[in-house]
């Protein structure tokens, strides 16, 4: 079974910078659709950013121009840069992984971004 590890969270500053990554137990290549959700406290969780294997990206409205998604074969690493961050950034981001032939998508544990001064 396909494991995911977050990592990158952390206390980060009103337009700061951090780069969170998900590294699977699998390789990258082979996941059709690698995506970073959040959750804010009293909130549901909102999807943020995707990538298809294909290379194609997509944002929600809310971070475009500011956050990157980008993956990395060799380390079987999906990455989200997060540029110009905001206190409403503030969230648990989770990585989320689907494949063809699996019985259930896949989730990390969560990485803690918190934006403030």
């Known amino acids: 079974q396909v494991q995911l590890v977050e990592s990158g969270g952390g206390l980060v500053q009103p337009g700061g910078s951090l780069r969170l990554s998900c590294v699977a137990s699998t390789s990258i290549g082979s996941i059709m659709l690698v995506r970073w959700y959040r959750q804010a406290p009293g909130k549901q969780r909102e999807l943020v950013a995707g990538v298809q294997r294909d290379g194609t990206t997509n944002y929600a409205d809310f971070v475009k121009g500011r956050f990157t998604i980008s993956g990395e074969n060799a380390k079987n690493t999906v990455y989200l840069q997060m540029n110009s961050l905001k206190p409403e950034d503030t969230a648990v981001y989770y990585c989320?992984?689907?494949?063809?032939?699996?019985?259930?998508?896949?989730w990390g544990q969560g990485t803690q971004v918190t934006v403030s001064s």
């Open positions: 989320n992984a689907w494949s063809f032939g699996w019985s259930k998508e896949r």
